[in-house]
């Protein structure tokens, strides 16, 4: 890649007299004289604009033999004693024929900044990673469950209140149940034929699977299978050379002149392109299986009796009687009804779990209750 180089020259604002546009040849303002100075911004040269895209400079090139040796001639120097700038490789004031002393100011010859490097063209899309989700999830997370957070941690406060026992209730079911034959339905391959075995003293039976008969297909579920494969495309985009492009920098000569250097360089473009691959296709399908009737055994309740009672009388289960191949099942439930102050009478009901829990409690005892902001009933001690 060839690079071209060429100089251009700028122009200086003489201060003295308000000329404007001189070229930087000359080093003493054509129409008063003065010479060209570091002071007064007379040192600060114009080049003109640059092509956006390029950085090329919009001047014309410098042809004239005579300013092309000035702009090899190095950075100007001003003279100590007068201020006049001087060719850099003159070794006398042009002005007031002074000696270039040490501390007399210099220009410097140096590269310019360059363009700023080219913006991409297309800006990727943002990528979704699993920190955003995370953000956006926990976004309307805290959106739409913020009050309900609120409400719940509210909800579970806990207050503590001087109650009293008003009355203790029990009630006491005892069912009698018999091992009864009945027919059931179940799938083939989760039936095995077994033998039932009756109750002694209504424990120890085996309901058994008997006689298993009458089994048709049926559906039971249904599954995913591949059914072929289907072609999927996206657009996408990304870089690719495109032929080349003239970017151009300058370099500073120090004395009003720059050398311009351009050269051809890769040029970017990007294309879009169609991203295709193979994806499987699933259908459902509804699965079948053998489901059939079957003999067996369950309890089945045939009589009940029911007995409660309040306060003072003792829990006491109902008289029934059971056959020898039957059983007989217990339930029992026990409630403490407790009135305690808010800013009102309120009630509430402690559920012991056994008869034991439950004559623990009497009817005028004082208990001190733990209550959430709902009303629910927390933890009951006597007190
Ligand atoms: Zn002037
Ligand atoms: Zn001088």
Known sequence: MAKRTRIIEGTWNCSSCGKKGILARYKKCPDCNNPRELTGEESEFDFGGTDAKTGKSLRESV????????????????????????????????????????????????????????????????????????MVVGGSLLFCCGSSLIYGVWASWTHDYAGQVVSAEWKRTVFQERFTPVTLEGWRDELRTQAPRMPVNGTGEVAGVENIRGCASRQRGTRKVPDGTERVCSTKTRRVACGTEEKCRTRNKGNGFKEEICEDVTKYCSESYEDCRNETRYRTEPVYAQHCSYDTYQWKELDRREDSGRDEQPPRWPELSAGPTDRLRREEKYSI???????????????????????????GQQVTVTVDNTGELKNAVPR
């Open 63 to 134: 042809a004239d033999e005579k300013a092309l040796e000035m702009a090899n001639a190095g950075a100007d120097w001003f003279c100590a004693y007068c201020g006049a700038s001087n060719r850099g490789d003159q070794p006398i004031c042009k002005n007031c024929k002074a000696e270039r002393t040490d501390d007399a100011k210099a220009l410097r010859e140096e590269e310019d900044p360059g363009l700023p490097p080219p913006k991409p063209q297309q800006a990727p899309p943002p990528k979704r990673t699993w920190r955003t989700v995370a």
């Open 337 to 363: 009804h407790i009135q305690y102050e808010d800013d009102g009478p309120r009630k509430t009901v402690l559920e012991p779990k056994t008869e034991q829990e439950y004559l623990g409690w009497k009817k």
